[in-house]
């Protein structure tokens, strides 16, 4: 027992340090904590005492007691956490609550994360507690320390300790709202349609950005003197800035315009209304450049177009499927970039692009890991590419790109299918993103529109040796159908698949569709005896809350961490549960349910319940007359 434990101490060292915790083991480096260990023995002697790792992060002290069977995770009693001299000494929750407990009451730290961790490296329970002067919180049980490291152990604090909402919760609250209100008002006085809503907030988005080169909202006067017209105001200003974004070539710009010609032709807009004295154009330029235009224009990696393209759908009454359009949300765009270990150096492409969430994702990772101005401007100008078929998407992710400085975004509105991947090649991409169209191959003219082909199609843009991430529904990774078959065949031929992650069914939130992520490398046939991983991520720490949709909870950061821990191999130990490594075939489905076996011991606690199990089914059917289903037949 003693081995397995000093195993499992060696694995939760291995865990503090990769969130960057320097811990102390057996006492403490700070005078004043190891001196009120002095009198802090779990037995209750005052003696030593001798927690596994003590650490200090900023102005919080965290104190850890490791036990070897998560049978001794902690004893409760009278659903408090029992402090008798058995309980401290013998279980992980108890004694690391004694230990915080006496910190507390020795030293001047107030605020003490107490973790009772138990098991071995691959089946454990590590689970914190919150103590204070006031008393203690259990927390939810954590897989890594990274919310306890120096970036993020105050926000953790301040969410879940305190209840507090975060700041971008608020300003993503309220920006949901701010979006709410605007659809109603684009309803009853604009009658645009829900197409026609984010390309509205996208055109005088482009006009307001000219308020430093001129442009003034008392412009907007409700002339109706042809070429003065509110709409035609607008359209100037924001074609001016189309050009001062320097967005080429001249086809791009026109294609872009088009989509905005709505806000100069429609009387509508235009006419002053008695009930606003103003025209609903200004009415709305005003509400947008007060409520929304800071957040827009912000150095977020939020797709904040994308979100009100989704609010307007969902408020119409509709989900976004019909129009053939699955936005990718932020966590899944950024933990993209993850899988993938996206560099400066790396040339994105998405041939989905939508509004743009995977390029914003991708360019931000990149922009902050640059080394020189001039390596910010390439990636802006050369190493960001996309694809768009859709003409009014293809509008709001020009818009997004500029809106965050990149008028130079190689954006292409085009059928991907139609294009040539050599072509698409000598662009010198490295890595490629995708969020494809979902079921559209329903017969067989249209098979070669299924996610699959997708996938094979951007695998062949993608240089060799690149990585390739996409996001498609469960059902695509088990090939079903003979084309799809075929499909899988081709790519497995040709390129090597690194994993599928299988998703929170959430994900796409209202959507109803079950996704999962696979991650390729192109231009290297699999070989044999290649081993992929399939992680079941199901539980990825966000959750469905009214009015938000699909939100962060305190657990996110550290599945997060946990799932790419396991992907980069820098963990052996882990339940098949969660992740399974195997060698594959093209037939096989490429799902975590398809590879899964339970390697999980049962306990002796198991094997006593199911026998009690077992012998009181036999004793009900007994007293109800069945003995006879028990009685040995002679052979």
Not at 499 to 505: A, E, F, H, P, S
Request: aromatic share 10%; charged share 25%; net charge negative.
């Amino acid at each position: 027992m003693a081995k397995k434990e000093a195993n499992f101490d060696l694995y939760i060292h291995d865990l503090l340090v990769e969130a960057g915790i320097q811990a102390d083991t057996q006492g403490s480096n700070v005078f004043e904590i190891n001196n009120a260990l002095k009198t802090a023995s779990k037995h209750q002697t005052g003696n030593t005492g001798y927690p596994e790792y003590v650490a200090v992060v900023r102005d919080f002290v965290l104190v850890m007691e490791d036990k070897a069977d998560r049978a001794n995770l902690c004893l409760m009693e009278d659903e408090q956490i029992s402090q008798t001299i058995t309980a401290t000494r013998d279980y992980a929750v108890n004694g690391a609550l004694f230990y915080a407990q006496h910190i507390i009451e020795h030293t001047a730290f107030k605020k003490v994360f107490a973790f009772g961790n138990a098991g071995d490296k691959k089946h454990h329970i590590l689970r914190p507690v919150f103590v204070d002067e006031q008393g203690y919180k259990v927390l939810p049980d954590v897989q890594t320390f990274e919310n306890f490291s120096d970036s993020h152990i105050q926000e953790y604090y301040q969410r879940i300790v305190l209840g507090q909402v975060p700041p971008e919760d608020i300003e993503l609250a309220d920006i949901l709202k701010k979006a709410k209100e605007l659809h109603e008002y684009l309803r009853n006085y604009g009658g645009l349609g829900e197409d026609e809503k984010p390309l509205f907030v996208s055109a005088i988005l482009l006009a307001l950005r000219e308020q430093k080169y001129g442009f003034r909202l008392n412009m907007l006067v409700g002339d109706t003197v042809q070429g003065n017209t509110d709409g035609e105001i607008l359209y100037r200003y924001l074609e001016n800035n189309l050009k001062r974004a320097k967005v080429s070539p001249d086809v791009k710009k026109e294609r872009v315009l088009n989509q905005f010609t709505l806000i100069k032709d429609r009387p509508q807009l235009n006419t002053i209304r008695e009930d606003l004295q103003k025209s609903p154009l200004k009415f709305f330029a005003e509400y947008i450049n007060k409520n929304i235009f800071q957040a827009l224009i912000s150095n977020s990696p939020e797709d904040y177009l994308g979100r009100f393209y989704g609010e307007f759908v969902s408020y119409s009454g509709g989900d976004g499927q019909a129009l053939g359009v699955v936005l990718t949300p932020r966590h899944i765009t950024e933990l993209f970039c993850d899988l993938v270990d996206l560099k400066p150096t790396d040339v994105l492409f998405d041939p989905c692009c939508g509004t743009g969430g995977f390029l914003i994702s991708g360019m931000h990772r990149m922009l902050r890991a640059a080394s020189s101005e001039q390596q910010r401007k390439d990636i802006k100008s050369k190493q960001i590419h996309g694809i768009e078929i859709r003409d009014d998407m293809f509008s709001i992710a020009t818009t997004n790109m500029i809106l965050r400085g990149d008028g130079q975004s190689n954006l292409v509105c085009t059928d991907f299918l139609a294009q040539n991947p050599g072509d698409i090649q000598l662009k010198g991409v490295t890595v490629g993103f995708m969020n494809p169209p979902y079921s559209q191959a329903k017969t067989k003219e249209t098979a070669h529109l299924s996610e699959l082909s997708f996938i094979r199609r951007l695998l062949s843009c993608v240089c060799e040796g690149g990585k390739v991430a996409v996001i498609v529904p469960v059902s695509a990774m088990i090939g079903k159908t003979k084309d799809d078959k075929e499909v899988k065949e081709d790519i497995y031929t040709h390129h090597t698949l690194e994993g599928v992650i299988t998703l929170n069914k959430q994900t796409f939130y209202g959507v109803g569709t079950n996704p999962c992520i696979a991650v390729f490398t192109a231009g290297e046939p699999h070989p044999a005896d290649k081993k992929a991983k399939f992680i079941n991520f199901e539980d990825d720490g966000f959750e469905v809350k009214m009015h938000l949709g699909l939100v962060e909870t305190e657990r996110a950061k550290d599945r997060r961490q946990y799932l790419l821990d396991c992907w980069r191999g820098c963990t052996a130990d882990y339940p098949s549960s969660f992740m399974v490594e195997s060698t594959v075939e093209a037939t096989d489905e490429w799902l975590h349910s398809f590879y899964y076996y339970n390697d999980e011991m049962p306990t002796e606690q198991d094997f006593l319940t199911t026998i009690a199990d077992y012998l009181t089914f036999e004793f009900n059917m007994v007293t109800h007359g069945r003995g006879y289903l028990f009685e040995q037949k002679e052979g």
